[in-house]
């Protein structure tokens, strides 16, 4: 029998991907506007047909003929719009020009004939005034023929085995005369909590301890990868991520990869001002000068953001400081934090690694969705014997301009204009000098 097949919009290094690989899914089409996040995607997802472009004018035959489905039937479509701040100006928030992606989130649905839909977003557009968006977003869905499973639901992450709280909207839709999903039920919560009768999801020592220690490297102040046997005793948690074990893997299909690299773990230098600072912070709390957030040991983490892209500064939204050690944590661990195995590789570059984190759902959670499509659907899936070799390496060194190259597009990531005030800065600043900016008071 042939897995369920999925398409990804939106869909960044792909974390919804590999959820949905792992639940059972093909994913056989990802869509991706920015090239850097759409190469590390074609790194880690070598069999996946990536469409480098705006879901903007594409259409559900252009990824049909894309991706050489024909007339086989779409089972899910899944993805977030970007959240722009999501517009309420007007009668129809949906139909204001700002609140685009969605409506082509709708439209590609629509076009494909999709059995199911996952939308997921931001939980403030289930809160307030944004609910009127919420409700006209439902209308929509409505309209083209699919109802939806309500009310709807905020899903934390830690309450899926994730050592991180990070809350997520999560819409879950089916053709009218197909059976509707339910919402997953919570199977953790989260390390550090005093009550529930669940078990305790992992902490973030669990999730952190037995990796190598990043600062006794001196090759990964310039590279992000070093092999080593310097591996730690790993918890249940970390021998899942570091595919210790057969069921690892799940229903997603292997790869092949060094267990002994430690990867996405390129050094920060920090001055020593800022790690005294950072040992005398308070475990679970934020650093009072840096604003850095210091992870609790036996807790979990903050949610993980992904900063802002080139168009609006191009800063990297600040990554925890470790529970032990005085430094920020590197992608790796931060990919660790989110539910990533260790196979999975981001850009080499810590801005575009945490950005990539930052953007994306925790693969657990995903997975956890994309099993109650999974059981919608009927099907008992069954673990597939074909072993997957990861992409060129290359590509997670590319640039904005050597990956628009590769895709043979132009560079679509506006630059600022200098008109708004903005200044020149280098994407891939240290936190040295992001530290020395706040302590002088001048950063913005």
Sequence with gaps: MQRPVGIDLFAGAGGLSLGFEQAGFDVVAAVEIDPIHAAVHKFNFPDCTMIPKSVIGLSGNDIRKTTKLGSRRVDIVFGGAPCQGFSLIGQRALDDPRNALVREF???????DASYFVFENVKGLA???HQKFLNELIEAFNAIGYRLRLPWQVLNASSYNVPQHRQRLILLGAKNGLRLPT???????????KNGVL???PSCREALADLPEAEDFTDLLDSDSVETNAWGEPSVYARRLRCLDDDAWFFGYP???NPKKLTSSLRTVHTEISRRRFIEAVPG?????SRFFRLPATGVSNTLRAGTDSARGAFTSPRPVHYEKPRCITVREMARLHGFPDWFRFNKTKWHGARQIGNAVPPPLAFAIATQIINALGIRVKKPQTVIRLGDSDLLRMGMSQASAFWGIAVPIGRRDRKSGARKRKQEETEAERLAALEAGSYV
Excluded at 106 to 112: G, M, P
Excluded at 183 to 193: H, Q
Excluded at 285 to 289: C, T
């Design 106 to 112: 709708v439209r590609i649905v629509a076009e494909l």
């Design 127 to 129: 809160l307030g005034q």
């Design 183 to 193: 919402y997953p039920s919570p199977v953790t919560v989260a390390a550090g909590s």
């Design 199 to 201: 078990p305790l999801g």
């Design 255 to 257: 790869r092949i990869w």
């Design 285 to 289: 709390r934020i650093e009072p000068i």
